[in-house]
C-alpha cells in the first residue's frame, strides 16, 4: 500500500478529511518502541516520531505518515512523553 500524502492549502497546512489511522505496521512498531524506551529509561521518557525510524529515509512515505499523524492529526509536540504515544497508539487513536 502506498501512502498519498493529504492535500495541503495554499500555506501549507494539511487539509485531513475525516479520521487520519496509521497503517497496522507502524502502529506496531510504534507500540514497540515506546515499550523499549519505557522499559530502559523510565515513564518519563520522552520520544519523537523520528524515534521510530533507523537513522537514514529509506521509506519516505512513512515517514510523512508518521509525521502527519502527530504533528497534523494530533497536534502533538515535537517530544512527547512514550507512555502518552503508547497508551494513544493502543487506544486506536
Known amino acids: 500500500m502506498t501512502w498519498k500524502a493529504p492535500a495541503t492549502n495554499c500555506a501549507g497546512a494539511f487539509l485531513?478529511?475525516?479520521p487520519f489511522k496509521l497503517r497496522a505496521s507502524l502502529?506496531?512498531?510504534?507500540?514497540?518502541?515506546?515499550?523499549?524506551k519505557i522499559?530502559?529509561?523510565g515513564e518519563t521518557v520522552g520520544?519523537?516520531?523520528y524515534a521510530f525510524f533507523k537513522n537514514k529515509?529509506?521509506?519516505p512515505d512513512l515517514l510523512m505518515e508518521a509525521a502527519t499523524w502527530w504533528i497534523a492529526?494530533?497536534?502533538l509536540d515535537h517530544f512527547e512523553k512514550a507512555v502518552k504515544i503508547r497508551d494513544m497508539v493502543m487506544q486506536g487513536q
Do not use: P
Open 16 to 18: 485531513i478529511s475525516g
Open 57 to 59: 529515509n529509506d521509506d
Open 27 to 36: 502502529r506496531q512498531t510504534i507500540i514497540e518502541t515506546c515499550k523499549a
Open 73 to 75: 492529526t494530533q497536534k
Open 39 to 41: 522499559a530502559s529509561k
Open 47 to 49: 520520544v519523537s516520531f
